[in-house]
């Protein structure tokens, strides 16, 4: 693996890997991971904003709003320097903004992270404590028709992969193959 992430760190030199996805697919935890092995700063975008605002990101959302949030949320997205050689974390809904995206996909390589709605579902209720937003609604309903809405726009993403029921060990390999396989397949892009 050592050869791989190697390889990854030089073609990826000074630009960030950015992890896409819904909430409960793993961004943060796999990214951390991800982060660990490449031997590069890791960058939550949700847990920034947290800092910044001393506040959760529900608090925000029901205290200003869902577009006072975009809003900060775009500009923390603008902050991330050119040149970043970290793995960053969006929040589920920060690929949903044309604005948003175009950043992203300029400034790092972009991956997707993407699993079954039965797997986030699953996921979500162990948490929900840490998601008031989901408490009030059908959550299998809700996350289907979400799901409906973002996928066309997280393919947007320069990369996708799957996660199915492997351990983060085992996703963090995958991840690495599948982007050193990319990385050698657009070297002249």
């Known amino acids: 693996?050592?050869?791989?992430?190697?390889?990854?760190?030089?073609?990826?030199?000074?630009?960030?890997?950015?992890?896409?996805?819904?909430?409960?697919?793993?961004k943060s935890?796999?990214?951390?991971?991800l982060a660990k092995s490449l031997n590069r700063n890791f960058y939550?975008?949700?847990?920034?904003i947290e800092k910044k605002?001393?506040?959760?990101?529900?608090?925000?959302?029901?205290?200003?709003?869902?577009?006072k949030f975009r809003d900060i949320e775009h500009k923390e997205i603008k902050n991330i320097k050119n040149g970043s050689n970290a793995?960053?974390?969006?929040?589920?809904?920060?690929?949903?903004?044309?604005?948003?995206?175009?950043i992203l996909n300029k400034i790092g390589l972009t991956l997707w992270l993407n699993t079954s709605p039965l797997t986030i579902i699953k996921r979500l209720k162990k948490n929900i404590n840490r998601r008031p937003l989901l408490k009030n609604v059908n959550i299998e309903t809700y996350i289907n028709n979400l799901l409906i809405k973002r996928k066309p726009l997280y393919a947007k993403a320069h990369l996708t992969i799957v996660?199915?029921?492997?351990s983060k060990t085992e996703m963090r390999n995958k991840i690495?193959?599948?982007l050193r396989k990319y990385l050698m397949?657009?070297?002249?892009a």
């Open 87 to 102: 793995v960053i974390a969006t929040g589920g809904g920060a690929f949903m903004y044309e604005r948003n995206y175009n």
């Open 1 to 26: 693996m050592d050869e791989v992430i190697n390889y990854i760190n030089i073609a990826l030199i000074n630009k960030p890997i950015i992890i896409v996805g819904m909430m409960g697919v793993g």
């Open 53 to 67: 605002y001393n506040m959760r990101i529900y608090e925000i959302f029901e205290d200003y709003g869902e577009i």
């Open 185 to 188: 397949e657009h070297k002249n």
């Open 29 to 33: 935890a796999i990214g951390r991971i």
């Open 163 to 166: 996660s199915s029921k492997i």
């Open 176 to 178: 690495l193959i599948t």
């Open 44 to 48: 939550d975008i949700d847990e920034n």
